[in-house]
């Protein structure tokens, strides 16, 4: 069952030549074909590509010119990031048909290493949603229980990665866009540093707070994978550089004397089941020499209502590109140039990326920027000032990913307020620009993934990588059963 093998599997078992990239991909096209109509984790999957471009890295390894180590190994890219002459469509009706003419610098990252694409994933539309449920191509189901969701927004990516449809995928975080599905999905999913990788390509939503990571089924594979795309770009004045020190050959798992802080804010809300699984997990690191401290996080009462000002008001101005002028859905009913704004914008975009268009709209309009988004900028400096104030004295701190495990599809879909309640232990590293992880920590009774969060300090990725590893090896293994 090759689809079951990790990237670093993989990897060793093509450079042994026990396998062929050919071999591989014939087992996720299988895989996907019999899978996918169901879970409807990928809106764009073209085998036969993917076979050709297999047969072509087999040939490049048998004459001693592959990319890398991982060349012939397919991947899964969430159809927020753009893909040269393969569609992208933000899971929008707007963006059904477009095709980029430029690969984003991450996915040409990849391909300069020989990964394949298996094919583009599923998303909540325009990255706007904790669900899937507002994808115009349909929701995503959770491997787990089909009856629920699988969490968003890169919850195709992240559906995959569970399903054993991809070994690995790329996702992209907001306000927790990669953690959340990945804890209701039972993957690993991290989100590096704002910065540390290029948002070259990535399709806007709030551009101060969009993060791309890897999505994968081990923390070898996410730190590996997170090597690969990291780097500074001169196409991203938001890129920096940093030290990539963090490859999977350099984690050990060692956390002895490491002081990770545990905060009582981040538990508030959150299920009985959740916060005892969290709680074990915990224990089990201090049982491996970790030191617990316990901190106080006061400013994240407030992160909802500033990050859904600062997300909002973005979105607003990011997404008035969309006119049915230049690119994308235009309205055949459009007679007049106002009309046809309006009448593209209204049959293109769907119920939640319009609300939150208006919302921002309003946050920033003339009598109100001052009240609510010039507050919401000085209340995200005090939230940034609250984990420089943690990280004076604390590793790293430890959370719940989310209040709650996957819930049952439909169940929130109607009370929005609800479902941005949610996010309330996400989104604070996407305003404190800090890198964080979600890692499989256990199952509910009904046999539910758990993850725990781990966040650091800005471009230390190596440490939460190396406590992520050691929750890893903690843990029980989560898997489907089919």
């Known amino acids: 069952m090759l689809y079951s093998k990790s990237v670093i599997e993989l990897s060793k078992m093509l450079e042994e030549k026990r396998i062929s990239s050919v071999e591989i991909a014939e087992s996720y096209i299988s895989r996907i074909e019999k899978y996918n109509k169901e879970i409807n984790a990928y809106i764009t999957f073209n085998p036969e590509q993917l076979l050709k471009d297999a047969a072509e890295s087999d040939q490049r390894r048998s004459s001693g010119k592959t990319k890398s180590s991982f060349d012939g190994i397919p991947v899964a890219v969430k159809d927020n990031i753009s893909t040269a002459g393969i569609r992208t469509t933000c899971g929008s009706k707007i963006l059904e048909n477009f095709i980029p003419p430029y690969n984003a610098a991450v996915y040409q990252k990849l391909c300069d290493n020989g990964f394949l694409l298996l094919g583009k994933t599923n998303m909540d539309e325009f990255a706007m949603g904790s669900t899937n449920e507002s994808s115009f191509f349909g929701p995503v189901k959770n491997p787990h229980d089909f009856s629920c969701v699988p969490g968003g927004s890169s919850g195709g990516s992240a559906a995959a990665v569970s399903a054993m449809m991809a070994p690995a995928a790329l996702g992209s975080d907001t306000g927790g866009s990669i953690r959340q599905p990945a804890s209701f999905c039972g993957v ?57 020190d963090f490859s999977p050959a350099e984690l050990d798992g060692n956390i002895k004397g490491m002081k990770l802080g545990v905060s009582e804010e981040y538990f508030r809300g959150a299920d009985e089941e959740t916060a005892s699984i969290i709680r074990k997990t915990i224990d089990k690191l201090k049982n491996l020499g970790a030191e617990i401290v316990e901190i106080s996080m006061k400013m994240n009462d407030y992160a909802i209502p500033v990050y859904y000002l600062i997300a909002t008001a973005e979105a607003s101005s990011n997404l008035g590109r969309y006119d049915g002028i230049k690119y994308g859905y235009h309205s055949p009913a459009a007679g007049k140039l106002s009309d046809l704004y309006k009448l593209t914008r209204n049959e293109g975009f769907g119920n939640e990326v319009k609300r ?86 256990g199952k509910t009774g009904s046999g539910l993934p758990v993850g725990i969060q781990i966040m650091g300090n800005h471009f230390e990725e190596k440490k939460i990588l190396n406590i992520a590893k050691a929750v890893e090896a903690v843990s029980e293994k989560i898997s489907v059963d089919f």
């Open 356 to 441: 939150r268009i208006m919302l921002g709209t309003f946050a920033l309009s003339s009598g109100y920027y001052d009240a609510y988004y010039v507050k919401a900028l000085k209340c995200r400096t005090l939230i940034v000032e609250d984990f420089k104030n943690a990280f004076k004295n604390v590793d790293a701190i430890i959370s719940p990913v989310s209040p709650v495990p996957a819930f049952k599809a439909g169940e929130k879909i109607n009370d929005p307020l609800q479902m941005y309640l949610l996010d309330i232990l996400t989104i604070s590293a996407n305003l404190a620009a800090i890198p964080g992880i979600s890692v499989p920590a």
């Open 188 to 244: 690993v999913g991290m989100k590096p540093t704002y910065g540390k990788v290029s948002r070259f390509g990535l399709v806007a939503y709030a551009s101060s707070l969009d993060q791309i990571g890897p999505i994968t089924s081990t923390v070898d594979d996410a730190a590996a994978m997170l090597e690969i795309i990291s780097g500074k770009d001169g196409r991203d004045s938001t890129s920096m550089h940093s030290e990539n």
